[in-house]
């Protein structure tokens, strides 16, 4: 008897109170508990990436990304005379380069506007002449807060975005030079001038939480020395904040030290086990520009891969996300803080340039025919060597966006139309994706596709771009 009212106590309960608790669960978020995520291996031939890393340096100014005491972000000038020599890289540009700048602040004292400033020294004898060919710097808010966007979005004009590096370099790679930004700068012999000397302020926004990145294409008619500086405003006799003077900015590199606080200490490249932290970058890295025609070996032409056989080419590789491909791409270093990254894991706004002279060449039905040929950027589960024979993705993706960004495309269409392309991307990690172009050539038919961004600072390496066929 005592068994019997149990059962039917809890079947009571079963009854009553379950459904009760469901209805307080949205119905979309219901059915995506119930379903299991399902694992897709996909046996794509990984292959690495054809062609190399220039030389172009850039002045890579990330660490600290979040900036709470005012001083030296990053300096390329001579240690000498100055009050910390440590702080002082000693390195000098000349020619063409970029800089790179990334940094945010969070509650700061008083909620004060934090200031980035960007220093260039002539130490030579003559008149140097930076010129400045392209150039944008965008605050997180309101210029470009971080916004969920459709995957794959149209962008003619730029006007789509998420967050204040990706409008950044998306801005540089359509050439533009923002009004802040002078075309030249002419610098006297022995003399310094701001390059950049832009606020990140947080008064008045909802959370005192700012950031700001810029990235900037330059030319130095001789040798210069740079720096980027994190200093607070300054007051004027009313009691209202003003920007830093050009003097006090170059007090702040003859006497401050190292901003702070720091970033974590990064593994070192000789570490093969335990945790690998990859610090973020403070430093001048060499390469600028990943430039590759994509062919099969020992051939100027990329033929068409079999109906169940697409090729995935390694895009950003690094220490432990090397999709079983060599060597990894992230950008060696020259000079370095020795508490920051090794090298430029990520490749935060290096240009990725990658021809692909498309050829439906090969016969794969007995005849042939007209074929559709897909190229798809996506973001696979990070892996140094792939653990189950190919890339894995998920259904549902993981939560996180990993890539974020535009990208442009110039090809012929199939009315053999020239067409360049802009198109937003917002991908999360393992998401199974629409390809970003398709098109359908004829037997014997030779088309070349041009893939070229500069990568999205905020994006987590590695993709891969893949080629398939039908």
């Keep these: 008897m005592k068994v019997k009212f149990i059962t039917l106590f809890l079947l009571g309960f079963l009854v009553v109170f379950v459904p009760a608790c469901l209805d307080r669960i949205p119905f979309a978020q219901r059915k995506l508990s119930a379903a299991e995520p399902q694992e897709i291996v996909r046996n794509n031939e990984v292959r690495s990436l054809p062609g190399k890393l220039d030389s172009i340096p850039m002045f890579n100014s990330n660490s600290p990304e979040w900036?709470?005491?005012?001083?030296?972000?990053?300096?390329?000038?001579?240690?000498?005379?100055?009050?910390?020599?440590?702080?002082h890289l000693n390195y000098p540009f000349n020619g063409d380069f970029t800089l790179f700048a990334h940094h945010f602040t969070h509650t700061p004292p008083n909620l004060q506007t934090l200031y980035l400033g960007i220093l260039v020294h002539n130490p030579g004898e003559q008149p140097v002449t930076l010129s400045i060919p392209a150039a944008a710097s965008y605050?997180?808010?309101?210029?470009?807060?971080?916004?969920?966007?459709?995957?794959?979005?149209?962008?003619?004009d730029g006007a789509i975005f998420s967050g204040p590096g990706i409008r950044a370099v998306d801005s540089v790679m359509r050439g533009?030079?923002?009004?802040d930004f002078p075309e030249k700068i002419l610098i006297p012999p022995r003399q310094s001038r701001m390059l950049m000397n832009l606020p990140?302020?947080?008064?008045?926004?909802?959370?005192?939480?700012?950031?700001?990145?810029?990235?900037?294409?330059?030319?130095?008619?001789?040798?210069?020395?740079?720096?980027?500086?994190a200093m607070y405003a300054k007051k004027t006799p009313e009691g209202t904040e003003r920007a830093p003077t050009l003097a006090e900015w170059q007090q702040l590199l003859d006497t401050g030290n190292l901003a702070g606080p720091r970033d974590k200490t990064p593994t070192p490249p000789t570490q093969t086990s335990g945790q690998l932290i990859y610090g973020r970058v403070a430093g001048v890295q060499l390469g600028s520009?990943?430039?590759?025609t994509i062919t099969d070996s020992d051939t100027d032409i990329l033929p068409l891969p079999a109906p169940d056989r697409a090729i995935s080419y390694a895009i950003d590789t690094l220490?432990?996300?090397?999709?079983?491909?060599?060597?990894?791409?992230?950008?060696?270093?020259?000079v370095r803080y020795p508490d920051t990254a090794y090298e430029s894991h990520a490749n935060y706004a290096v240009n990725y340039d990658l021809t692909l002279?498309?050829?439906?060449?090969?016969?794969?039905?007995?005849?042939?025919?007209?074929?559709?040929?897909?190229?798809?950027?996506?973001?696979?589960?990070?892996?140094?060597?792939?653990?189950?024979?190919?890339?894995?993705?998920r259904q549902p993706s993981w939560d996180f966006p990993f890539f974020r960004g535009t990208v442009r495309l110039r090809y012929k269409d199939d009315s053999g139309q020239e067409v360049t392309r802009y198109v937003h991307l917002w991908h999360r990690r393992g998401q199974v994706l629409e390809p970003l172009v398709s098109l359908t050539l004829q037997p014997q038919e030779r088309r070349t596709v041009r893939l070229d961004f500069l990568y999205p600072p905020d994006s987590v390496p590695p993709q891969v771009l893949t080629v398939s066929a039908k």
Aim: no cysteine; net charge positive; aromatic share 6%.
């Design 289 to 292: 520009t990943w430039q590759a």
């Design 139 to 156: 605050l997180l808010e309101p210029d470009a807060p971080f916004q969920q966007k459709p995957p794959m979005s149209e962008n003619p």
């Design 319 to 334: 220490r432990g996300g090397e999709l079983s491909t060599y060597p990894i791409q992230a950008a060696p270093l020259a």
């Design 357 to 393: 002279p498309l050829a439906n060449i090969n016969d794969y039905y007995g005849v042939r025919r007209a074929r559709t040929v897909e190229l798809t950027l996506e973001t696979p589960l990070k892996e140094g060597r792939l653990s189950r024979g190919g890339l894995i993705f």
């Design 176 to 179: 533009k030079r923002q009004a």
């Design 200 to 229: 990140i302020p947080v008064r008045g926004l909802e959370k005192p939480v700012n950031g700001r990145s810029s990235f900037l294409r330059l030319n130095g008619s001789d040798t210069v020395y740079m720096a980027s500086l």
């Design 67 to 87: 900036v709470k005491t005012e001083g030296i972000l990053l300096s390329t000038f001579p240690p000498t005379g100055k009050r910390v020599p440590a702080a």
